[in-house]
T-cell receptor
Framework: DTEVTQTPKHLVMGMTNKKSLKCEQHMGHRAMYWYKQKAKKPPELMFVYSYEKLSINESVPSRFSPECPNSSLLNLHLHALQPEDSALYLC?????????????????FGPGTRLTVL | GQNIDQPTEMTATEGAIVQINCTYQTSGFNGLFWYQQHAGEAPTFLSYNVLDGLEEKGRFSSFLSRSKGYSYLLLKELQMKDSASYLCAVRKTGGFKTIFGAGTRLFVKA
């Protein structure tokens, strides 16, 4: 099973709303990622959690707040977003390969949440 | 700096072979990935190269030359469903960061 699930598939929110994106994987992966992807652009890394600890924050505005409640779940809390934050938000997971080199691991992506901010 | 270059678009005929090139300049290298992404969907993993040479997996093959900062993805016996974007991505050393190229949109025509 190489499935990463994300909910919701689509989300429309106003600039004053608070919402959350959810991601789940049951592959036993210990690294989880949030990416943002605009149309016809590559995915851009936002956050990485490794063993439930925040490992990378790519200078993401504080209106995006990640949370990793356990090794299978990853949330992205949204508050006071701007219309330019409208994008496809992708979650991914991977299992660091400690034998081959800790970071030579393949990321598996979820289907994404298409977010529209009005 | 860091840069990953791929052609923007390519067109090929059903049943043919197509090669998608990727050149990269990154501070640190710990492997190169190819992903396929259909419009509006998530990227799906195709291949991973960390050593020089060719990796073959069914109709798809990927090649890497670390000294030249160059990779290609070879697709054989093209099918209409292969019409998608193909993303080249480089994993940097020392962490989880992966840099994605802008992708090559492949159109397969009958």
């Amino acid at each position: 099973d190489t499935e990463v699930t994300q909910t919701p598939k689509h989300l429309v929110m106003g600039m004053t709303n608070k919402k959350s994106l959810k991601c789940e994987q049951h592959m036993g992966h210990r690294a989880m990622y949030w990416y943002k992807q605009k149309a016809k652009k590559p995915p851009e890394l936002m956050f990485v959690y490794s063993y439930e600890k925040l490992s990378i924050n790519e200078s993401v505005p504080s209106r995006f707040s990640p949370e990793c409640p356990n090794s299978s779940l990853l949330n992205l809390h949204l508050h006071a977003l701007q219309p330019e934050d409208s994008a496809l938000y992708l979650c991914a997971s991977s299992q660091p390969d400690l034998l081959a080199g800790a970071f030579r691991d393949t990321q598996y992506f979820g289907p994404g949440t298409r977010l529209t901010v009005l | 700096g860091q840069n990953i270059d791929q052609p923007t678009e390519m067109t090929a005929t059903e049943g043919a072979i197509v090669q998608i090139n990727c050149t990269y300049q990154t501070s640190g290298f710990n492997g190169l990935f190819w992903y396929q992404q259909h419009a509006g969907e998530a990227p799906t993993f195709l291949s991973y190269n960390v050593l020089d040479g060719l990796e073959e997996k069914g109709r798809f093959s990927s090649f890497l030359s670390r000294s030249k900062g160059y990779s290609y993805l070879l697709l054989k016996e093209l099918q209409m469903k292969d019409s998608a974007s193909y993303l080249c991505a480089v994993r940097k050393t020392g962490g989880f960061k992966t840099i994605f190229g802008a992708g090559t949109r492949l159109f397969v025509k009958a």
